[in-house]
């Protein structure tokens, strides 16, 4: 099957940022005297929009202090905004990619700001033809971004692809009819990927392009 068009998530699949938004997570927790939670907590949350991901990550946050939280985790992770970088591979399998005449774009769990910083910073602002955000529509494991992405480029759902490194973005996947892909690199095992059945598990940047460009 060849695909017309491939969808990214973004942290922990095209951005090495997993351990930025977890010690992002467990800053903010230190900041309000809450309980911390450990590093495979926070890190499945990865990919749900921000006050989805905390709720699982921070059970014991009370509503009333969700806008002091959010606000203790944007400052957290921005102190480490400038560390951040594409996995090594990232721009050129993107390159490759659209000199195949393979539509790109990417589905996440940041915010409309978030990706859009992020994307002018990685100099890739005009890599992708659609990017949606949880902030936009429903977050994963919900299909939306997915069903819109299609709608917007008039894709038919067998010729797309996701590609993510968590379970919530394979269930997304299958939850819109399309292929998912998963990637060992990012926040989730390889057990928790293998559970939503992915066309692939890849373990680095250099296998999803050669794999992507076999399709291709």
């Not at 409309?112 to 994307?119: F, H, I, P, S, Y």
């Not at 299609?150 to 067998?158: S, T």
Request: glycine letters at 6%; hydrophobic letters at 45%.
């Amino acid at each position: 099957m060849a695909y017309s068009l491939v969808v990214f998530d973004w942290d922990g699949t095209l951005m090495d940022s997993t351990h930025h938004i977890v010690a992002a997570i467990q800053g903010a927790c230190r900041d309000l005297d809450l309980p911390v939670p450990s590093a495979s907590q926070a890190s499945w949350v990865i990919g749900l929009s921000l006050e989805g991901a905390l709720r699982h990550a921070v059970p014991d946050l009370p509503k009333s202090m969700m806008p002091r939280f959010l606000e203790r985790y944007r400052v957290n992770y921005l102190l480490r905004d400038p560390e951040l970088k594409l996995f090594e591979g990232v721009r050129e399998m993107l390159e490759d990619l659209a000199r195949r005449d393979v539509r790109l774009a990417v589905a996440t769990g940041k915010s409309r700001v978030g990706l859009n910083r992020a994307l002018a910073a990685s100099g890739l602002a005009d890599a992708f033809h659609a990017t949606r955000t949880a902030d936009e529509t429903f977050s994963k494991p919900h299909p939306a971004m997915l069903h819109e992405i299609m709608a917007e480029l008039d894709v038919l759902p067998e010729r797309v692809v996701m590609i993510g490194d968590t379970s919530h973005d394979l269930q997304m996947a299958a939850n819109a009819s399309v292929h998912g892909v998963g990637v060992t690199y990012g926040a989730h095992t390889r057990k928790e990927l293998e559970g939503c059945a992915p066309q692939a598990i890849v373990e680095t940047v250099a296998e999803l392009g050669a794999w992507l460009a076999s399709k291709n």
